[in-house]
């Protein structure tokens, strides 16, 4: 009787230990994937478009003052602020998608992302010159 109560003893402590070291391991396992890796900020650096421009791009991108067409639709809302558009606000246009926002707004915004907020199209086009070193260059489209 004396053999099989140690049998359970040993038996009990071993499943314990057992149990305590597969909690250890889980823990570790989701410690080291809740921290942020190396490869996965450059990956969310590349996604959102790098850095955002300098002040020579920014000031580069068109800037006309907003005029409303008098046909009482509204001149929409700058995704940015979430304000409408009055006329006489000073606005910038997106060369390669469209989209407009209210300059002081939008000028905050791409010192922080390269991407259009609302379809994430690249504000400037990225060229390389011969050394390899990226170029930004600003298509400047005037509006009719």
Known sequence: MEGSTLHRIIFITVGLVLMVLLHLVVAIC?????????????HAEEESGGAGLSAEEVGGLPCH???EDGGGGGGGECSVCLDVFRSGDRCRVLPRCGHRFHAECFDSWL??????????TEAVEQ?????????????VVSEV
């Open 30 to 42: 989701v410690l080291f994937r809740a921290r942020p890796s190396h490869r996965v900020a450059e």
């Open 65 to 67: 003052e907003f005029k």
């Open 111 to 120: 010192r922080k992302s390269r991407r259009c907020p609302v379809c994430r």
């Open 127 to 139: 060229r390389k010159d011969a050394a390899g070193a990226v170029v930004a260059t600003v298509e």
